[in-house]
C-alpha cells in the first residue's frame, strides 16, 4: 500500500468517527469529504477501505436504508459514559477551570460529531466554583511515571497557618516516599505510599505538595511490609479509612438510630454486619482504622450513633466532648 493510501484510509476512519446511526456518510460524502484534505478518491477506493477497516475490527454497518450509507456503530465508550467522565472532568475542584474545560473537549471529541455538538450543549462549564492550580495536575503525571519506574518521589509539605499563610512542615524537610496508589476522595486527590524506611502506608494530599520530584531511589516493594497479597491490602486499606486518615485496623461495635442507616451505607457501603437491633436501632460491627478520621465522624453523627465498643474508643469520645463542653463553659 502506497503512502498516500495509508494516508486516506486514516483519513476515512476519522471521517466515519464523525458518524452514527442518524448521521451516516455516503461513499460520494465521504470522497467530498477527502477532497477538503486534498484527497482524491474514487467510490471504490472509498468501499475497499470501509472494507478494509471491517475486516480490521472497526464496527461500520451499512445503513438499513442503504442510500443513507456507513456509519460507526459503536466506539470505545457510550455517549452517557462520556457524559460522565466530563462531569467528573468540569467538577473536579483540584483542576484549573481551563484544564477541566479542555479535558471535557477531549473526551466530547470520543463521540460522533452529532454526539459531540450534544454532549457539549448539555454540560455546562462553569458548573462549580474552581480554586484548583496546575500543582495536582503535574503531581499527578509526575506520580504516575515514578510508578512506572518503580522510583521514590520526594517532596516537602505544606499546611496552612494560624496566619493564615503556607508553611512547610518541619521546615521544609523533603518527604522520601514510595509511591503506591493515587485516589480521588472528597474532590481531593492523595497519593498512598510509605515514608521512607517506615513499612506502613499513608496519605499525602497532592494540593499540599511542593517540590515534587522523581527519586534516584528504588521503592519499598509493597510485599516487603504487605506480604504477598499486597494489592488486596492496599485495598482494604483505602476502603477502611475514614476522611483519608490512617490508623491502626479496629473491630468496632455500633448502636445506630434506623434515621442514620442512608448515611451508614454512604460511608462504609456493604463492609459492614448488622448483628442485632434494639428499638429503633440497629446493632452493627465493621472493620475501620482508629485515629483522628473515625473520632470525627463519631463526633459529627454523635446524636445518632452510639460507640458499643471498643472502651478505648469510647473513653476517647468522652475525652473529646469534655474537653468540647469546656471550651463552651470559657
Known sequence: MSQSSKVKLLRVLDILRETDEEHPYTANQIIKQLALYGIEAERKSVLRDIATLQDYGYDILLHADNKRGYYMAS?????????????????????????S??????????SSREGQKTLLAVTPVAASVKNGDVTTKNAVDLILRAIRQKKK??????HTGSDLEKHERFEGHEYPVSPYALIWRQDKYYLIGSYGSYNKLSYYRLDRIRGLKILDEP???????????????LQAFAERNIYNYGGKTTRIKL?????????LVDSF??????????????????????????????????DSVQILEPQSIREEIIALL???RERYQE
Open 269 to 302: 457501603g456493604d463492609r459492614f454486619d448488622v448483628v442485632g437491633r434494639t428499638g429503633d436501632q440497629i446493632i452493627v460491627t465493621l472493620s475501620v482504622s482508629d485515629g483522628w478520621g473515625l473520632n470525627t465522624w463519631l463526633l459529627q453523627h454523635g
Open 101 to 110: 474545560a479542555a479535558l471535557a473537549e477531549k473526551l466530547s471529541h470520543l
Open 255 to 263: 448502636a445506630v438510630d434506623a434515621s442514620m442507616v442512608d448515611i
Open 153 to 158: 518521589v520526594g517532596f516537602r509539605y505544606i
Open 219 to 233: 521503592i519499598v516493594p509493597m510485599e516487603d511490609f504487605l506480604g504477598a497479597n499486597a494489592d488486596r491490602e
Open 322 to 324: 469534655e474537653q468540647i
Open 75 to 99: 466506539r470505545e465508550f457510550e455517549d452517557w459514559e462520556l457524559k460522565i467522565l466530563m462531569d467528573a472532568a468540569l467538577g473536579a475542584n483540584f483542576l484549573t477551570a481551563q484544564s
